[in-house]
């Protein structure tokens, strides 16, 4: 039995593989991608987020905190993130849920007890768990564990990867996954870098080895508008997904912005808020430039 760090759990899931699923979303990841909108499951800590519209400053987070981390000025609730170990007294004592710890550590047996309780709606719409992030593969020892447990227990699994890990890591995933669903970021290394803190050739490599040893993979495409949605782009995503041995099709994402806030609440400053996402129009010219290039499109809805 082993241990791992996730941030949150989300049954009943539609849009993370077929049919009815649990997503787990691990935490950590070596991406930092500028549109990221989990904050919370970048890095490998646990956290404190603070959500300010529900706080009354009363002051009982104050009292129970021993790092003396938080304090209490004009302008509402302050916190020295150097000192705090996110112990989550101050969550504990807040009557208004305005204090909340990112991060839990977890062992596989506690895990796959919470994934089987819907394994009767995973064998009925053929569904099962979806392992993501953060970075799954950043927690290799507890990945390939739960992949093997939920195995065992007639489970489907699938991850959801930027497959940024050492290649030859990948073999046990491979080997305990149903589904893989690979992210490209952008084709350019050096704006790949700029946009995620590294750069693309171990992953564009391993989604190769991927492609080469598993025929359930499906490559996963954000598209962030004036970020890496160009044509140039969009044609070199093409050329290397075709040359793929193995593939069941692509994914396009829609930029959004759902998670803005929640890097205010970790006192962190979001880069992209000029980018407005996508409309329904734009999405389906890209689908059609996908399609038109043989690549079927690859949509999750249950």
């Known amino acids: 039995m082993s241990y791992g760090r996730i941030y949150n759990i989300e049954r009943f899931t539609l849009h993370d593989g077929p049919g009815i699923r649990t997503t787990v979303f691990f935490k950590g990841c070596p991406l930092y991608c500028q549109w990221c909108s989990n904050p919370e499951s970048q890095l490998a800590h646990k956290e404190l987020s603070i959500i300010a519209e529900n706080c009354t400053k009363c002051g009982r987070c104050i009292d129970?905190?021993?790092?003396?981390?938080?304090?209490?000025?004009?302008?509402?609730?302050?916190?020295?993130?150097?000192?705090?170990?996110?112990?989550?007294?101050?969550?504990?004592?807040?009557?208004?849920?305005?204090?909340?710890?990112?991060?839990?550590?977890?062992?596989?047996?506690?895990?796959?007890?919470?994934?089987?309780?819907?394994?009767?709606?995973?064998?009925?719409?053929?569904?099962?768990?979806?392992?993501?992030?953060?970075?799954?593969?950043?927690?290799?020892?507890?990945?390939?564990?739960?992949?093997?447990?939920?195995?065992?227990?007639?489970?489907?699994?699938?991850?959801?990867?930027?497959?940024?890990?050492?290649?030859?890591?990948?073999?046990?995933?491979?080997?305990?996954?149903?589904?893989?669903?690979?992210?490209?970021?952008h084709m350019d290394s050096i704006l790949h870098q700029r946009l995620t803190g590294v750069n693309n050739e171990r992953i564009l490599h391993n989604i190769k080895y991927i492609a080469e040893k598993h025929s359930a993979l499906v490559v996963q495409l954000p598209l962030i508008p004036g970020i890496n949605d160009t044509e140039e782009n969009i044609a070199q995503e093409i050329r290397f997904i075709s040359s793929l041995p193995h593939i069941l099709g692509v994914s396009l994402i829609a930029y959004h912005q759902l998670g803005i806030q929640k890097y205010k609440r970790l006192g962190r400053e979001y880069l992209l808020p000029h980018v407005q996402p996508p409309d329904k129009e734009y999405m389906e010219a890209k689908k059609r430039v996908f399609h038109n290039a043989g690549l079927p499109i690859v949509a999750f809805n249950g």
């Open 64 to 185: 129970v905190c021993t790092p003396h981390a938080l304090s209490l000025e004009s302008d509402g609730l302050v916190l020295d993130r150097e000192r705090c170990n996110a112990c989550g007294a101050c969550v504990e004592t807040c009557r208004t849920e305005a204090l909340e710890v990112w991060g839990k550590d977890i062992s596989t047996e506690e895990l796959l007890s919470k994934i089987e309780r819907d394994k009767p709606f995973y064998d009925k719409s053929g569904g099962g768990v979806t392992f993501s992030g953060g970075e799954v593969l950043a927690q290799m020892e507890f990945l390939v564990d739960i992949l093997q447990a939920c195995k065992k227990e007639g489970i489907a699994t699938a991850i959801q990867t930027s497959c940024y890990a050492a290649t030859q890591s990948l073999d046990p995933v491979i080997e305990h996954t149903d589904l893989i669903i690979a992210d490209i970021k």
